[in-house]
């Protein structure tokens, strides 16, 4: 219901589900997902808080707060949680994906694609993590060190492009 932005019925069912079991996660989450696709923000990061007292190592509750952070417009609160968030889920592209948001909404345009590229690379999308390196590349301002581990990324994204392609064909 939430997918299909049938919002009274997603809330209605939402409500029903934690009236059933309120500790349960999957329904705090659904809840939390309601109120941020409601536009209700500081509603969404106040259960987000309550939540997470329950359930303070839930990567799925950080994900959530620094979205809802992000929406508050609390930009450094926001990349502190999802930077932690990646460090200790190093491999899911999501996390990587709201960074590159974060980073584009605080002007850090090198920082977002960056973020994208590490987020197609462990979406398995290799080719479009390449590109999002290039243009990372490509942009203005960019200092030595920081081109000179895009290009090391890079040759390793097309590195692994290429072992792709000899095994899968393509």
């Known amino acids: 219901l939430l997918a299909d932005r049938q919002y009274k019925s997603a809330k209605q069912q939402s409500q029903w589900l934690l009236q059933k079991a309120p500790h349960y996660l999957p329904y ?12 209700q923000y500081q509603q969404a990061e106040a259960m987000i808080n309550e939540s997470l007292k329950l359930f303070p190592g839930s990567g799925s509750l950080q994900l959530l707060a620094g979205e809802a952070l992000l929406f508050n417009g609390k930009f450094e609160q926001a990349a502190t949680i999802v930077e932690a968030y990646i460090q200790s889920h190093y491999s899911d592209p999501n996390g990587y994906r709201l960074q590159s948001r974060i980073a584009a909404q605080t002007n850090q345009t090198i920082l977002a694609y960056q973020m994208e590229a590490e987020h197609h690379y462990w979406a398995g999308d290799l080719r479009h993590g390449i590109e999002a390196l290039r243009e990372a590349a490509r942009q203005d ?10 290009e090391n990324r890079l040759r390793f994204f097309q590195s692994e492009l290429t072992a792709e392609r000899q095994i899968f064909g393509g």
């Open 28 to 39: 705090q989450t659904l809840k939390i997902r309601l109120l941020l696709a409601e536009k």
């Open 141 to 150: 301002g960019v200092s030595f060190i920081t081109l000179s581990k895009i």
